[in-house]
Antibody, heavy 117, light 110 residues
């Protein structure tokens, strides 16, 4: 069984950098792809970025210039940095594990992030 | 504007059935990428409902079924229950964009 726990700053000012971490417990971390996904208030799901154990990364083209995703396999942790945030980046941010079949089968609890001056 | 198109809302009577659609293109669903479906009840984390077009994870009732044809996919729900009231999202892969989601469909059980 997999347990995913997230943490990070929840209130940011415009132009600051969002930084979130996700820790994985109970199952191998390195065998899977991991993604960050966000959901703006009242809106749908938006994929941000994906990484695998070897550090291969994939980014949403609309966010790529501001996003960095990284892993620390020794700690079984996944991190997200999003620079130069604006109010449009206000959302709940989730980390999620990609199953062997491609769907996201385990999700973190979500971290609500608000960007406001 | 989501890459995968879903109707914003559908409704059905208790005990009845509904079908939710998810329309893509030749760069995602039509390119033979699998479609996955998620259920998100208010205030909760999305839950994987259907994976690889037609498969249910352990614990998902067989009232939920998925299908795929051409550039579209569908999620059918039969025997509607009040607890099925939720937002439903489809998810696939795209040859250019990597991961894509639908905008979500809000299911109301009347």
């Amino acid at each position: 069984q997999v347990r995913v726990q997230q943490w990070g700053a929840r209130l940011l000012k415009p132009s600051e950098t969002l930084s979130l971490t996700c820790a994985v417990y109970g199952e191998s971390f390195s065998e899977y792809y991991w993604s960050w996904i966000r959901q703006s208030p009242g809106k749908g799901l938006e994929w941000i970025a994906e990484i695998n154990h070897s550090g291969s990364t994939y980014y949403n083209p609309s966010l790529k210039s501001r996003v960095t995703i990284s892993v620390d396999t020794s700690k079984k942790q996944l991190s997200l940095r999003l620079s130069s945030v604006t109010a449009a980046d206000t959302a709940i941010y989730y980390c999620a594990k990609t199953s062997d079949y491609g769907g996201f089968d385990y999700w973190g609890q979500g971290t609500p992030v608000t960007v406001s001056s | 504007q989501s890459v995968l198109t879903q109707p914003p809302s559908v409704s059905g009577a208790p005990g009845g059935g509904v079908t939710l659609s998810c329309t893509g293109s030749n760069s995602n669903i039509g390119a033979s990428f699998d479609v996955h479906w998620y259920q998100q009840r208010p205030g909760t984390v999305p839950k994987l409902l259907i994976y690889s077009n037609t498969n249910r994870p352990s614990g998902v009732p067989d009232r939920f079924s998925g299908s795929k044809s051409g550039t579209s996919a569908s999620l059918a729900i039969t025997g509607l229950q009040a607890e099925d009231e939720a937002d439903y999202y489809c998810h696939s892969y795209d040859s250019s964009l990597r991961v894509v989601f639908g905008g979500g469909t809000k299911l109301t059980v009347l």
